[in-house]
């Protein structure tokens, strides 16, 4: 093990003890293929599954899996209007399974996440009966005013390129606080607690994934 891996191991130690304290399940993989064998290890077979917009479900292979795999697989890119997406909402609410990333994870293991339409944040704070979370360990900040500033100067510019969003962060590349209609940046929750013991668990990888 090298200098920066042992630094991540003894890392996610301290942050698992904080999630802990706040209802979450926390665990430490290495590797994206770790992370991946022991996301689906905590999926039931025939379970009904519905994702958030993520790129670290993606860089590690669990959605690939999850549609591919012998799972009840609920497509949110398959609603394109808002009313689409409303229906789409209402279904997902009753799903088994969310996975997800998070946009940042403070210190004391508050999970950070801003969205635009918000379906994704409003599934983390209702509905599925567990969340799956995949975090590289980039997404680890100090706090949550440092959570917000690495969203919207870091995740954000990047996804109104990826997503062709006319946002002032597309052209300059850090946040204008802006209003526009391509606004990213409609909601901005922190989860601090879990009502539910276990509901939210988080799989902390040890390399960097996503924005």
Request: neutral net charge; hydrophobic residues 35%; glycine residues 10%.
């Amino acid at each position: 093990m090298g200098y920066k891996e042992e630094n991540y191991l003894n890392l996610s130690k301290s942050l698992i003890k904080n999630f802990e304290k706040r209802n979450f399940e926390g665990y430490y993989c290495s590797s994206r293929d770790e992370a991946l064998e022991l996301a689906l290890s905590l999926i039931p077979k025939g379970a009904g599954i519905t994702h958030g917009g993520s790129q670290s479900i993606k860089e590690i292979g669990l959605l690939d899996a999850v549609k591919n795999g012998n799972y009840t697989y609920l497509d949110r890119g398959l609603a394109k209007s808002y009313p689409e997406k409303r229906d789409f909402l209402a279904k997902a609410v009753l799903s088994h399974t969310l996975i997800m990333g998070t946009n940042a994870i403070t210190m004391s293991g508050e999970l950070v996440n801003i969205d635009g339409i918000g379906n994704r944040v409003a599934l983390l704070c209702f509905g599925p009966e567990q969340v799956i979370i995949i975090a590289g360990i980039n997404k680890i900040v100090a706090n949550v005013d440092a959570a917000i500033f690495r969203t919207q100067n870091v995740a954000a510019p990047v996804n109104a390129i990826r997503l062709s969003r006319k946002t002032p962060c597309y052209d300059t590349g850090h946040c204008g606080n802006c209003h526009s209609e391509d606004c990213l940046c409609c909601d901005i929750v922190v989860t601090r607690h879990s009502d539910i013991p276990g509901r939210i668990k988080i799989i902390l990888v040890g390399e960097n994934l996503g924005y």
